[in-house]
């Protein structure tokens, strides 16, 4: 199993990585990295009445408009009360970034138009980039503005037998049911387009005239779906201005000179510790290294799998997580010393010196864990880098102590080269 693994990870380690499910395995540098576009925006919040909600509805949009860039692992985060920060790792053109993404967001309903003549555009539909809505459309009256609130609720198809799909219901305010009931009236067995963002998010036909303000959206295939319309409805409810108030590009340059320099230290801590572990150890060092060199790949491996975002403050957690590995072997070789100088057999002092040692390995890393946790949850983007790559090597580095140099000691306890493993 040691074997496969390793094997299987020098493969996902070379520089290019396979491909799996269509899917390229690489390496994705943050913004401190490879560069790119930094954005402050400032949301007017001045006519809110729920700011929280709103500022969170911002930020889904943003990261909507982000997505259509093909950004690998953007940071789009709340920063006080009214800012959000957006990183775009690898986008060197800032106007390009600030035309895509920063526009005023509006929802709006649209009628189908006969040509371009009679006021009509051609939209896109949000969930299909293949164009299910084609033709042209036209704004009505009626806008986010008028919507109290879109939720998902069930509706019975076959009251006989209890069957029921998710719809989404809609309310509006006095004014828009006027202006829906108008709409719908007009628009019998037409569709009416739903657009937010420029994007057609749903194109519902109007099956009857509706003059309470309540309608429902049918055809959505399971809640999920249903939740998703929802949630871009209730999205563009309240159209909130933001503003640029600062912008960035950050150079390639000092990426890479700060990769390099990571590298250096790291594999300068490696060999000292690999020179400390031969020293003090021998041969059992010898194993310990060697269980290290594979821990190293199968971290990198699941960095690029999951895929891990890397920054400095990853880089730094990375590094961290190695000490804690060699830390583990420690702890194991100074148990099964303490058991040889009971006299036991070298076979039974090294399953006991790794049963004795697996508690202490196991409390350590678990509160390491811990604290990765609290840092992920509450941290900023660069504080969750250093939390996420911290703990994957904590959890890699107790598979490779426990398992990786167990077996290699067993294996060579049983060989010639047994006289050379007392710790």
Request: some cysteine.
């Amino acid at each position: 199993m040691i074997i496969i693994l390793l094997a299987l990870a020098i493969v996902i380690d070379i520089p290019k990585g396979p491909k799996i499910f269509g899917r390229e395995i690489k390496t994705h540098l943050g913004l401190d990295l490879q560069g790119g576009t930094e954005l402050i925006y400032q949301a007017d919040l001045s006519k809110s009445e729920n700011k929280t909600k709103d500022l969170s509805n911002l930020i889904n949009v943003f990261r909507q408009r982000i997505d259509r860039l093909g950004v690998a692992e953007p940071t789009i985060q709340q920063q006080g009360s009214d800012q959000i920060l957006i990183q775009l790792p690898g986008i060197k053109d800032i106007n390009q970034a600030i035309a895509a993404i920063g526009q005023t967001y509006e929802l709006v309903f649209m009628t189908q138009a006969t040509d371009q003549s009679s006021g009509g555009v051609e939209l896109k539909d949000y969930y299909d980039e293949n164009y299910s809505y084609p033709g042209f459309w036209q704004s009505s009256d009626l806008t986010g503005k008028e919507l109290i609130k879109a939720d998902v609720t069930y509706e019975n198809q076959n009251q006989a037998v209890g069957q029921s799909q998710p719809v989404v219901s809609l309310s509006f305010n006095n004014s828009g049911k006027e202006k829906f009931a108008k709409l719908t009236q007009d628009n019998l067995k037409k569709q009416i387009a739903i657009v937010l963002d420029n994007r057609i998010v749903s194109a519902p036909t109007v099956q009857s005239e509706i003059t309470d303000g309540k309608a429902i959206i049918t055809g959505q295939k399971d809640i999920k779906e249903a939740k998703k319309l929802a949630d871009r409805l209730n999205e563009g409810m309240l159209p909130i201005p933001a503003k640029v108030i600062g912008q960035q590009n950050v150079g390639a340059t000092l990426g890479a000179q700060s990769v390099k320099k990571s590298l250096i230290a790291g594999v300068i801590g490696l060999i000292l510790i690999a020179l400390f572990m031969v020293i003090h150890y021998k041969l059992p060092g010898v194993v310990a290294v060697i269980a290290l060199l594979i821990y190293s790949l199968l971290t990198l491996a699941l960095f690029k799998i999951i895929p891990v975002t890397m920054t400095l403050a990853g880089i730094a957690g990375f590094i961290l997580s190695i000490g804690m590995a060699v830390d583990a072997n420690i702890l194991i070789f100074e148990r099964t010393r303490e058991e040889l100088r009971a006299g036991k057999d070298m076979v039974l002092a090294i399953e006991e010196g790794f049963r004795r040692a697996w508690s202490s390995i196991r409390d350590s890393n678990f509160s390491t864990i811990i604290t990765c946790i609290i840092l992920f949850y509450f941290g900023s983007g660069i504080i969750k880098g250093f939390a996420l790559t911290l703990a994957i090597g904590v959890l890699v580095s107790m598979f490779t102590a426990i398992t990786v140099s167990r077996n290699f000691l067993l294996l060579l306890s049983k060989t010639g080269l047994r006289r050379y493993l007392n710790v």
